[in-house]
Protein backbone atom coordinates (compact mmCIF):
# COMPACT_ATOMS: atom_id res chain seq x y z
CA UNK A 1 0.00 0.00 0.00
CA UNK A 2 2.59 2.50 0.75
CA UNK A 3 5.01 1.39 -2.31
CA UNK A 4 1.60 2.16 -4.71
CA UNK A 5 1.36 5.61 -2.65
CA UNK A 6 5.40 6.49 -3.62
CA UNK A 7 4.67 5.52 -7.68
CA UNK A 8 1.31 7.23 -7.80
CA UNK A 9 3.33 10.49 -6.57
CA UNK A 10 6.15 10.18 -8.77
CA UNK A 11 4.02 9.63 -11.90
CA UNK A 12 2.07 12.64 -11.09
CA UNK A 13 4.95 15.20 -10.67
CA UNK A 14 6.18 13.52 -14.00
CA UNK A 15 2.96 14.18 -15.46
CA UNK A 16 2.55 17.76 -14.51
CA UNK A 17 6.40 18.87 -15.66
CA UNK A 18 5.59 17.67 -19.09
CA UNK A 19 2.66 19.18 -19.35
CA UNK A 20 4.12 23.34 -18.67
CA UNK A 21 7.10 22.18 -20.93
CA UNK A 22 4.23 21.83 -24.00
CA UNK A 23 3.09 24.55 -22.91
CA UNK A 24 5.65 26.55 -23.27
CA UNK A 25 6.80 27.57 -19.33
CA UNK A 26 10.60 25.96 -17.94
CA UNK A 27 12.24 25.48 -15.08
CA UNK A 28 15.52 27.52 -14.29
CA UNK A 29 17.56 27.10 -11.25
CA UNK A 30 17.64 31.63 -11.10
CA UNK A 31 13.95 31.91 -10.04
CA UNK A 32 13.10 34.29 -12.83
CA UNK A 33 11.15 33.81 -15.72
CA UNK A 34 13.73 35.42 -18.26
CA UNK A 35 14.91 31.56 -19.01
CA UNK A 36 18.40 31.98 -18.20
CA UNK A 37 20.89 31.00 -15.23
CA UNK A 38 22.10 34.65 -15.28
CA UNK A 39 19.74 35.75 -12.53
CA UNK A 40 18.65 38.96 -14.71
CA UNK A 41 15.02 39.34 -16.29
CA UNK A 42 17.23 41.04 -20.15
CA UNK A 43 16.77 37.60 -21.85
CA UNK A 44 21.03 37.32 -22.29
CA UNK A 45 23.49 36.20 -20.23
CA UNK A 46 26.18 38.90 -19.58
CA UNK A 47 24.55 39.81 -16.16
CA UNK A 48 22.93 43.15 -17.08
CA UNK A 49 19.53 44.47 -17.88
CA UNK A 50 20.31 46.19 -21.10
CA UNK A 51 19.90 43.34 -23.47
CA UNK A 52 22.99 43.16 -24.80
CA UNK A 53 25.62 40.90 -24.11
CA UNK A 54 28.87 43.32 -24.16
CA UNK A 55 28.98 43.53 -20.05
CA UNK A 56 27.77 47.42 -20.01
CA UNK A 57 24.56 49.28 -19.64
CA UNK A 58 24.33 51.45 -22.63
CA UNK A 59 22.45 49.37 -25.14
CA UNK A 60 25.17 49.22 -27.38
CA UNK A 61 27.81 46.38 -27.96
CA UNK A 62 31.20 48.32 -28.03
CA UNK A 63 31.86 47.58 -24.47
CA UNK A 64 31.83 51.53 -23.31
CA UNK A 65 29.22 53.24 -21.62
CA UNK A 66 28.69 56.26 -24.00
CA UNK A 67 26.03 55.45 -25.72
CA UNK A 68 27.80 55.00 -29.64
CA UNK A 69 29.34 52.50 -31.16
CA UNK A 70 32.26 54.44 -32.36
CA UNK A 71 34.63 53.00 -29.68
CA UNK A 72 35.59 55.42 -26.83
CA UNK A 73 34.03 57.18 -24.26
CA UNK A 74 33.36 60.75 -25.09
CA UNK A 75 29.74 60.61 -25.95
CA UNK A 76 30.13 61.79 -30.01
CA UNK A 77 30.67 59.79 -33.25
CA UNK A 78 33.60 60.70 -34.76
CA UNK A 79 36.02 58.43 -33.89
CA UNK A 80 38.76 60.55 -31.17
CA UNK A 81 38.51 61.67 -28.41
CA UNK A 82 38.02 65.96 -28.29
CA UNK A 83 34.70 66.32 -27.79
CA UNK A 84 33.79 67.61 -31.06
CA UNK A 85 32.08 65.88 -34.04
CA UNK A 86 34.30 68.02 -36.88
CA UNK A 87 36.64 64.88 -37.94
CA UNK A 88 39.58 66.77 -37.18
CA UNK A 89 43.29 66.37 -35.78
CA UNK A 90 43.63 66.87 -32.43
CA UNK A 91 46.92 68.81 -31.61
CA UNK A 92 48.90 69.16 -28.50
CA UNK A 93 51.27 71.60 -29.21
CA UNK A 94 52.37 73.53 -32.82
CA UNK A 95 54.75 70.34 -34.10
CA UNK A 96 51.45 68.51 -34.16
CA UNK A 97 50.03 70.35 -36.74
CA UNK A 98 50.90 70.65 -41.24
CA UNK A 99 53.27 73.66 -42.78
CA UNK A 100 52.10 76.83 -41.44
CA UNK A 101 49.64 76.08 -39.27
CA UNK A 102 49.17 76.46 -35.07
CA UNK A 103 48.07 75.03 -32.21
CA UNK A 104 44.96 76.82 -30.76
CA UNK A 105 43.63 77.11 -27.21
CA UNK A 106 40.92 74.06 -28.50
CA UNK A 107 44.02 71.94 -29.65
CA UNK A 108 43.00 71.89 -32.96
CA UNK A 109 45.31 73.45 -36.13
CA UNK A 110 44.44 76.78 -37.65
CA UNK A 111 46.31 78.57 -40.44
CA UNK A 112 49.39 80.88 -38.78
CA UNK A 113 49.03 84.54 -39.68
CA UNK A 114 50.06 85.93 -42.48
CA UNK A 115 54.00 87.35 -41.85
CA UNK A 116 54.65 84.66 -39.22
CA UNK A 117 56.78 81.14 -39.07
CA UNK A 118 56.99 80.54 -35.84
CA UNK A 119 57.92 76.95 -36.42
CA UNK A 120 60.03 77.88 -39.05
CA UNK A 121 58.46 76.24 -41.52
CA UNK A 122 59.42 78.95 -44.45
CA UNK A 123 63.10 78.91 -45.25
CA UNK A 124 63.63 82.30 -47.02
CA UNK A 125 65.53 81.82 -50.55
CA UNK A 126 67.28 84.26 -52.46
CA UNK A 127 64.77 86.93 -53.13
CA UNK A 128 65.83 87.46 -56.93
CA UNK A 129 64.80 83.31 -57.51
CA UNK A 130 61.23 84.53 -56.23
CA UNK A 131 60.56 81.56 -54.25
CA UNK A 132 59.57 81.87 -50.48
CA UNK A 133 59.97 84.74 -48.30
CA UNK A 134 60.66 83.49 -45.25
CA UNK A 135 56.83 83.84 -43.75
CA UNK A 136 53.77 82.04 -44.23
CA UNK A 137 51.04 83.80 -46.59
CA UNK A 138 47.69 83.50 -43.80
CA UNK A 139 46.60 80.55 -46.14
CA UNK A 140 48.31 77.60 -45.13
CA UNK A 141 51.44 78.14 -47.23
CA UNK A 142 54.96 79.95 -47.36
CA UNK A 143 54.21 83.22 -48.57
CA UNK A 144 56.37 84.56 -52.08
CA UNK A 145 58.37 87.15 -52.66
CA UNK A 146 56.19 89.96 -54.65
CA UNK A 147 56.32 93.26 -57.17
CA UNK A 148 58.43 94.81 -54.74
CA UNK A 149 61.27 92.18 -55.16
CA UNK A 150 63.66 92.66 -57.95
CA UNK A 151 64.41 89.77 -60.28
CA UNK A 152 65.67 89.24 -63.51
CA UNK A 153 64.32 87.09 -66.67
CA UNK A 154 66.95 87.18 -69.25
CA UNK A 155 64.84 89.60 -71.53
CA UNK A 156 66.10 93.28 -72.04
CA UNK A 157 63.27 94.44 -74.14
CA UNK A 158 60.55 93.99 -71.63
CA UNK A 159 61.97 96.21 -69.17
CA UNK A 160 63.05 95.95 -65.59
CA UNK A 161 61.82 92.74 -63.91
CA UNK A 162 59.82 91.83 -60.43
CA UNK A 163 58.42 89.10 -58.67
CA UNK A 164 54.50 87.73 -58.62
CA UNK A 165 53.26 84.29 -57.79
CA UNK A 166 56.45 82.78 -57.27
CA UNK A 167 58.03 83.71 -60.80
CA UNK A 168 59.80 86.57 -62.18
CA UNK A 169 56.56 87.75 -64.62
CA UNK A 170 56.06 91.03 -64.02
CA UNK A 171 57.90 93.73 -66.61
CA UNK A 172 57.93 97.15 -66.24
CA UNK A 173 57.78 97.67 -70.44
CA UNK A 174 60.13 99.13 -73.04
CA UNK A 175 63.31 100.03 -71.61
CA UNK A 176 64.09 102.72 -74.03
CA UNK A 177 61.13 104.81 -73.84
CA UNK A 178 61.70 108.22 -73.33
CA UNK A 179 65.14 108.05 -74.94
CA UNK A 180 66.88 110.71 -77.29
CA UNK A 181 66.36 110.05 -81.01
CA UNK A 182 69.76 108.01 -80.71
CA UNK A 183 68.73 106.47 -78.04
CA UNK A 184 65.16 104.74 -78.27
CA UNK A 185 64.85 101.27 -80.35
CA UNK A 186 65.25 98.57 -77.96
CA UNK A 187 67.47 96.22 -79.70
CA UNK A 188 67.52 92.53 -77.74
CA UNK A 189 70.79 91.08 -77.24
CA UNK A 190 71.61 87.54 -75.41
CA UNK A 191 71.14 87.04 -71.98
CA UNK A 192 69.26 90.02 -71.42
CA UNK A 193 72.27 92.64 -72.49
CA UNK A 194 70.45 94.65 -75.00
CA UNK A 195 70.95 98.04 -75.71
CA UNK A 196 69.04 101.05 -77.36
CA UNK A 197 70.77 102.37 -79.86
CA UNK A 198 68.86 103.69 -82.99
CA UNK A 199 69.71 102.17 -86.66
CA UNK A 200 72.22 104.11 -88.55
CA UNK A 201 69.87 105.43 -90.97
CA UNK A 202 68.23 107.71 -88.23
CA UNK A 203 67.88 111.18 -89.17
CA UNK A 204 68.96 113.15 -85.53
CA UNK A 205 70.42 117.01 -85.39
CA UNK A 206 73.98 117.45 -84.58
CA UNK A 207 74.19 121.09 -85.90
CA UNK A 208 71.54 123.76 -86.60
CA UNK A 209 72.29 124.02 -90.11
CA UNK A 210 68.72 122.08 -91.32
CA UNK A 211 70.19 121.39 -94.54
CA UNK A 212 72.42 119.21 -93.13
CA UNK A 213 71.39 115.46 -92.36
CA UNK A 214 72.81 114.50 -89.70
CA UNK A 215 72.56 110.86 -88.39
CA UNK A 216 72.86 108.47 -85.53
CA UNK A 217 76.20 106.24 -85.61
CA UNK A 218 74.63 102.94 -84.41
CA UNK A 219 76.06 103.12 -80.78
CA UNK A 220 74.49 106.07 -79.35
CA UNK A 221 75.85 109.56 -80.89
CA UNK A 222 74.57 111.57 -83.55
CA UNK A 223 76.60 112.42 -85.93
CA UNK A 224 77.22 115.34 -88.49
CA UNK A 225 76.08 114.72 -91.81
CA UNK A 226 76.14 115.86 -95.38
CA UNK A 227 74.69 118.83 -96.77
CA UNK A 228 71.10 117.49 -98.18
CA UNK A 229 71.24 117.89 -102.07
CA UNK A 230 74.55 115.91 -101.83
CA UNK A 231 72.87 112.76 -101.17
CA UNK A 232 69.65 113.38 -101.85
CA UNK A 233 67.58 114.28 -105.08
CA UNK A 234 67.41 118.68 -105.08
CA UNK A 235 65.55 120.68 -107.67
CA UNK A 236 64.71 124.15 -108.19
CA UNK A 237 61.00 125.15 -108.06
CA UNK A 238 59.97 125.90 -111.50
CA UNK A 239 58.00 129.34 -113.14
CA UNK A 240 54.88 129.74 -113.05
CA UNK A 241 55.10 132.45 -115.83
CA UNK A 242 52.11 134.39 -115.02
CA UNK A 243 53.13 138.15 -115.20
CA UNK A 244 49.71 139.67 -115.01
CA UNK A 245 47.08 140.64 -111.65
CA UNK A 246 43.37 139.89 -111.22
CA UNK A 247 40.79 140.50 -109.15
CA UNK A 248 37.81 137.88 -108.44
CA UNK A 249 36.88 138.36 -112.02
CA UNK A 250 39.24 140.11 -114.45
CA UNK A 251 42.84 141.12 -115.20
CA UNK A 252 43.44 144.31 -113.20
CA UNK A 253 45.05 147.49 -115.11
CA UNK A 254 46.64 148.78 -111.84
CA UNK A 255 47.92 146.30 -110.06
CA UNK A 256 47.43 146.23 -105.94
CA UNK A 257 50.25 148.15 -104.29
CA UNK A 258 53.07 145.93 -103.69
CA UNK A 259 54.60 145.13 -100.80
CA UNK A 260 51.73 144.28 -98.77
CA UNK A 261 50.68 145.76 -95.84
CA UNK A 262 51.62 144.42 -92.65
CA UNK A 263 47.17 143.06 -92.64
CA UNK A 264 47.47 141.75 -95.86
CA UNK A 265 45.75 144.72 -97.62
CA UNK A 266 45.25 145.89 -100.28
CA UNK A 267 42.68 143.79 -101.62
CA UNK A 268 44.03 140.96 -103.97
CA UNK A 269 47.65 141.95 -102.42
CA UNK A 270 49.81 139.22 -102.74
CA UNK A 271 48.88 137.00 -105.91
CA UNK A 272 51.50 134.97 -108.25
CA UNK A 273 52.75 137.75 -110.53
CA UNK A 274 54.05 140.03 -107.64
CA UNK A 275 56.29 137.82 -106.34
CA UNK A 276 59.59 136.55 -108.76
CA UNK A 277 59.72 132.98 -110.58
CA UNK A 278 63.02 131.50 -110.59
CA UNK A 279 64.61 132.16 -114.00
CA UNK A 280 64.71 128.72 -116.96
CA UNK A 281 66.26 129.22 -120.13
CA UNK A 282 64.73 126.03 -122.99
CA UNK A 283 67.64 125.63 -125.50
CA UNK A 284 66.68 123.91 -129.11
CA UNK A 285 68.80 121.10 -130.35
CA UNK A 286 68.82 119.47 -134.13
CA UNK A 287 70.44 116.08 -134.19
CA UNK A 288 72.56 117.48 -130.79
CA UNK A 289 74.13 120.38 -132.51
CA UNK A 290 72.67 123.67 -130.54
CA UNK A 291 70.23 126.47 -132.33
CA UNK A 292 71.55 129.55 -132.37
CA UNK A 293 67.42 130.76 -131.58
CA UNK A 294 65.03 127.76 -131.15
CA UNK A 295 62.93 127.89 -134.87
CA UNK A 296 59.85 128.66 -135.57
CA UNK A 297 58.82 124.92 -136.49
CA UNK A 298 59.49 121.72 -134.58
CA UNK A 299 61.30 119.24 -136.99
CA UNK A 300 61.65 115.76 -136.33
CA UNK A 301 65.09 115.16 -134.65
CA UNK A 302 64.50 118.35 -132.81
CA UNK A 303 65.32 118.24 -128.86
CA UNK A 304 64.58 121.16 -126.37
CA UNK A 305 66.64 121.49 -122.93
CA UNK A 306 65.50 122.94 -120.02
CA UNK A 307 67.70 124.45 -117.86
CA UNK A 308 66.15 124.31 -114.55
CA UNK A 309 65.59 120.13 -115.03
CA UNK A 310 68.23 119.32 -117.51
CA UNK A 311 65.62 117.32 -118.97
CA UNK A 312 66.41 117.12 -122.69
CA UNK A 313 62.30 116.87 -124.32
CA UNK A 314 61.64 115.73 -127.98
CA UNK A 315 60.33 118.49 -129.33
CA UNK A 316 57.34 116.78 -131.90
CA UNK A 317 55.12 114.57 -130.64
CA UNK A 318 53.22 111.59 -131.64
CA UNK A 319 49.34 111.46 -131.49
CA UNK A 320 46.44 108.69 -130.88
CA UNK A 321 47.91 106.96 -128.37
CA UNK A 322 46.52 104.65 -125.82
CA UNK A 323 48.66 105.18 -122.23
CA UNK A 324 50.08 101.70 -123.10
CA UNK A 325 50.72 102.58 -126.39
CA UNK A 326 52.60 105.97 -125.34
CA UNK A 327 54.64 104.10 -123.17
CA UNK A 328 55.94 101.67 -125.72
CA UNK A 329 56.00 104.45 -128.43
CA UNK A 330 58.64 106.43 -126.07
CA UNK A 331 60.73 103.14 -124.88
CA UNK A 332 61.33 101.96 -128.56
CA UNK A 333 61.99 105.74 -130.26
CA UNK A 334 64.93 106.14 -132.05
CA UNK A 335 65.67 110.26 -132.06
CA UNK A 336 68.16 112.64 -132.40
CA UNK A 337 70.88 109.87 -131.47
CA UNK A 338 69.62 108.84 -128.77
CA UNK A 339 67.37 105.31 -127.65
CA UNK A 340 66.82 105.97 -124.49
CA UNK A 341 63.86 108.19 -124.53
CA UNK A 342 60.60 107.21 -122.20
CA UNK A 343 57.19 108.81 -121.21
CA UNK A 344 57.47 111.31 -118.72
CA UNK A 345 56.62 111.22 -115.29
CA UNK A 346 53.57 113.42 -113.53
CA UNK A 347 55.89 115.76 -112.33
CA UNK A 348 57.85 116.25 -115.69
CA UNK A 349 55.35 116.85 -117.36
CA UNK A 350 53.62 119.58 -115.42
CA UNK A 351 56.94 121.01 -115.22
CA UNK A 352 56.54 122.56 -119.05
CA UNK A 353 53.32 124.28 -118.01
CA UNK A 354 53.19 127.72 -118.77
CA UNK A 355 50.52 129.23 -116.32
CA UNK A 356 51.03 132.46 -117.85
CA UNK A 357 49.72 131.47 -121.38
CA UNK A 358 46.64 129.34 -122.30
CA UNK A 359 45.78 127.27 -125.85
CA UNK A 360 48.50 126.31 -125.48
CA UNK A 361 49.27 126.02 -122.07
CA UNK A 362 53.05 126.07 -122.49
CA UNK A 363 56.18 128.09 -124.51
CA UNK A 364 55.05 127.90 -127.92
CA UNK A 365 58.78 129.75 -128.75
CA UNK A 366 60.45 125.86 -127.15
CA UNK A 367 57.49 123.73 -128.45
CA UNK A 368 55.81 125.61 -131.73
CA UNK A 369 52.51 123.77 -133.08
CA UNK A 370 51.91 121.81 -129.59
CA UNK A 371 47.92 120.78 -129.92
CA UNK A 372 45.53 122.49 -127.44
CA UNK A 373 45.23 118.78 -126.18
CA UNK A 374 45.96 116.32 -123.74
CA UNK A 375 49.83 114.52 -123.12
CA UNK A 376 50.01 110.98 -121.38
CA UNK A 377 52.75 110.54 -118.05
CA UNK A 378 53.78 107.44 -117.35
CA UNK A 379 52.12 108.06 -114.11
CA UNK A 380 48.77 105.78 -113.00
CA UNK A 381 46.20 106.39 -110.27
CA UNK A 382 47.50 104.66 -107.34
CA UNK A 383 43.58 104.13 -106.11
CA UNK A 384 42.20 103.94 -109.68
CA UNK A 385 44.59 101.49 -111.63
CA UNK A 386 42.62 101.49 -114.32
CA UNK A 387 43.49 105.27 -115.05
CA UNK A 388 46.62 107.48 -115.95
CA UNK A 389 47.24 111.22 -115.14
CA UNK A 390 47.88 113.56 -118.19
CA UNK A 391 47.67 117.53 -118.94
CA UNK A 392 45.66 119.09 -120.58
CA UNK A 393 47.45 121.68 -122.29
CA UNK A 394 44.63 123.36 -123.30
CA UNK A 395 44.34 125.36 -119.90
CA UNK A 396 47.41 123.20 -118.35
CA UNK A 397 44.99 121.79 -115.23
CA UNK A 398 46.78 117.88 -114.21
CA UNK A 399 43.88 115.32 -114.31
CA UNK A 400 43.59 111.43 -114.46
CA UNK A 401 41.69 109.39 -117.63
CA UNK A 402 41.00 106.30 -118.65
CA UNK A 403 43.85 104.31 -119.46
CA UNK A 404 42.36 102.87 -123.03
CA UNK A 405 41.04 107.01 -124.10
CA UNK A 406 44.17 108.07 -126.65
CA UNK A 407 46.01 111.08 -126.19
CA UNK A 408 49.24 112.80 -127.29
CA UNK A 409 52.68 111.96 -125.90
CA UNK A 410 55.87 114.26 -125.78
CA UNK A 411 58.85 111.76 -124.89
CA UNK A 412 61.86 112.57 -122.58
CA UNK A 413 65.37 111.46 -121.84
CA UNK A 414 68.14 112.06 -118.80
CA UNK A 415 67.49 114.53 -116.12
CA UNK A 416 67.04 114.34 -112.47
CA UNK A 417 64.00 112.69 -110.83
CA UNK A 418 61.27 114.96 -109.04
CA UNK A 419 59.84 112.25 -106.84
CA UNK A 420 60.08 112.55 -103.10
CA UNK A 421 63.32 112.07 -101.64
CA UNK A 422 63.08 110.26 -97.49
CA UNK A 423 64.10 112.92 -95.13
CA UNK A 424 63.10 115.74 -97.28
CA UNK A 425 61.25 117.44 -94.98
CA UNK A 426 62.45 119.28 -91.82
CA UNK A 427 60.21 120.34 -89.04
CA UNK A 428 61.12 122.64 -85.89
CA UNK A 429 59.71 124.83 -83.84
CA UNK A 430 57.46 124.53 -81.25
CA UNK A 431 53.53 123.42 -81.33
CA UNK A 432 50.96 125.86 -83.09
CA UNK A 433 54.19 127.40 -84.79
CA UNK A 434 55.83 125.09 -86.47
CA UNK A 435 57.76 125.46 -89.29
CA UNK A 436 58.59 122.73 -91.82
CA UNK A 437 61.52 123.41 -94.64
CA UNK A 438 61.72 121.60 -97.50
CA UNK A 439 65.15 120.53 -98.34
CA UNK A 440 64.60 119.42 -102.01
CA UNK A 441 63.41 122.59 -103.05
CA UNK A 442 64.33 125.47 -100.41
CA UNK A 443 61.56 126.90 -99.36
CA UNK A 444 59.81 126.89 -95.79
CA UNK A 445 56.01 126.38 -95.23
CA UNK A 446 53.83 126.81 -92.23
CA UNK A 447 52.90 123.45 -90.91
CA UNK A 448 49.56 124.80 -89.46
CA UNK A 449 47.14 125.64 -92.06
CA UNK A 450 43.72 128.00 -92.32
CA UNK A 451 40.45 126.37 -94.12
CA UNK A 452 37.65 127.82 -95.77
CA UNK A 453 38.80 130.92 -97.29
CA UNK A 454 38.33 132.20 -100.67
CA UNK A 455 41.08 133.07 -102.85
CA UNK A 456 41.47 136.37 -102.02
CA UNK A 457 40.62 136.10 -98.36
CA UNK A 458 43.76 133.19 -98.72
CA UNK A 459 45.97 135.57 -99.87
CA UNK A 460 45.45 138.28 -97.19
CA UNK A 461 45.63 135.70 -94.58
CA UNK A 462 49.47 134.84 -95.72
CA UNK A 463 50.71 138.22 -96.08
CA UNK A 464 49.36 139.30 -92.70
CA UNK A 465 50.72 136.43 -90.49
CA UNK A 466 53.34 136.13 -88.15
CA UNK A 467 54.32 132.88 -87.66
CA UNK A 468 57.21 130.69 -86.31
CA UNK A 469 59.18 133.52 -86.00
CA UNK A 470 58.66 135.28 -89.64
CA UNK A 471 56.55 137.60 -91.07
CA UNK A 472 57.53 137.32 -94.79
CA UNK A 473 54.32 134.19 -95.49
CA UNK A 474 52.73 134.24 -98.69
CA UNK A 475 50.43 132.06 -100.36
CA UNK A 476 52.46 129.57 -102.78
CA UNK A 477 51.81 129.77 -106.34
CA UNK A 478 50.77 126.85 -108.33
CA UNK A 479 54.12 124.98 -109.51
CA UNK A 480 54.94 126.06 -105.37
CA UNK A 481 51.76 124.11 -104.42
CA UNK A 482 52.18 121.33 -106.85
CA UNK A 483 55.57 120.37 -105.61
CA UNK A 484 54.23 119.09 -102.32
CA UNK A 485 52.69 116.69 -104.57
CA UNK A 486 53.30 112.80 -104.89
CA UNK A 487 50.78 110.71 -106.86
CA UNK A 488 52.89 107.53 -105.42
CA UNK A 489 50.28 108.00 -102.68
CA UNK A 490 46.87 108.72 -101.94
CA UNK A 491 44.71 110.35 -99.34
CA UNK A 492 46.88 112.15 -98.63
CA UNK A 493 49.17 112.30 -101.75
CA UNK A 494 51.99 113.95 -100.33
CA UNK A 495 54.67 113.03 -97.77
CA UNK A 496 54.23 116.34 -96.20
CA UNK A 497 53.93 115.91 -92.28
CA UNK A 498 50.24 115.86 -91.21
CA UNK A 499 48.90 116.68 -95.04
CA UNK A 500 45.35 116.51 -95.32
CA UNK A 501 43.46 115.17 -98.40
CA UNK A 502 42.12 118.67 -98.83
CA UNK A 503 42.01 121.62 -101.80
CA UNK A 504 44.39 124.08 -101.19
CA UNK A 505 44.63 127.41 -103.25
CA UNK A 506 47.51 128.75 -104.87
CA UNK A 507 47.96 132.78 -105.43
CA UNK A 508 47.84 131.62 -109.37
CA UNK A 509 44.64 132.69 -111.81
CA UNK A 510 43.46 130.80 -114.51
CA UNK A 511 44.54 133.39 -117.12
CA UNK A 512 42.08 132.42 -119.74
CA UNK A 513 38.88 132.18 -117.37
CA UNK A 514 39.64 134.67 -115.31
CA UNK A 515 37.29 134.63 -112.40
CA UNK A 516 39.25 131.46 -111.34
CA UNK A 517 42.02 130.37 -109.63
CA UNK A 518 44.01 127.28 -109.82
CA UNK A 519 44.41 124.65 -106.72
CA UNK A 520 45.83 121.46 -105.58
CA UNK A 521 43.60 118.62 -104.51
CA UNK A 522 45.81 116.81 -101.97
CA UNK A 523 43.29 113.53 -101.90
CA UNK A 524 44.74 112.15 -105.08
CA UNK A 525 47.09 115.31 -106.92
CA UNK A 526 44.71 117.16 -109.71
CA UNK A 527 45.83 120.11 -109.92
CA UNK A 528 42.77 122.11 -111.26
CA UNK A 529 40.84 125.47 -111.15
CA UNK A 530 38.00 126.64 -108.95
CA UNK A 531 35.91 129.72 -108.85
CA UNK A 532 37.24 132.33 -106.76
CA UNK A 533 34.52 133.41 -104.65
CA UNK A 534 34.22 129.85 -103.42
CA UNK A 535 36.13 127.97 -100.66
CA UNK A 536 39.04 126.11 -100.14
CA UNK A 537 42.22 126.22 -97.43
CA UNK A 538 45.59 128.16 -96.98
CA UNK A 539 48.88 126.79 -96.13
CA UNK A 540 51.37 129.81 -96.55
CA UNK A 541 55.12 129.35 -97.76
CA UNK A 542 57.95 131.50 -97.81
CA UNK A 543 61.57 131.66 -98.94
CA UNK A 544 64.08 129.38 -96.96
CA UNK A 545 65.31 128.42 -94.98
Known amino acids: MKTLFIYTTIFILTLSCQVQYESGYHLNPDASSDGDTDGDTDGDTDGDTDGDTD???????????????????????????DGDTDGDTDC???????????????????????????????????????????FCDGNGACAKYGTAT????????????????????????????????CNNTCNEGTGGSGDCYSPDTTECTADTDPMTVDYCNGTGACVLGADYCTTKDCWKILPSEQDACYNDSVEMTTPPTFPCQADGGPEFCGQDAQYDDNTRTFTCYENSTQQSSCDGTADADETVKDSLTNLEWQRTWTTGKTWQQAIGYCANLTYAGHNDWRLPTYDELKGIVNYGAST?????????????????????HVNLTDKAWSVYLYYGYVNFH?????????????????????????????????TVLDRATGIMWAKEYETSKTWKDAMAYCEGLDYGGYTDWRLPNVTELGSLVNVGQYNPASTFPDMPSNDFWSSSS?????????YVGFDDGRVVGNNKLSSSDARCTRSGP
Open 510 to 518: YVNITNRAW
Open 150 to 181: SCDDGVFCNGADTCLGGSCSVHAGDPCAGGDV
Open 360 to 380: PAIDTTAFPGTPNSRFWSSSF
Open 92 to 134: ISNVDCPLCQMCNAEHECENAASGQDLKNDCSADVASTCGNNG
Open 55 to 81: GDTDEDTDGDTDGDTDGDTDGDTDGDT
Open 402 to 434: NKTDKYNAHCVRSGSSHGSAQERFYVSGVAGQQ
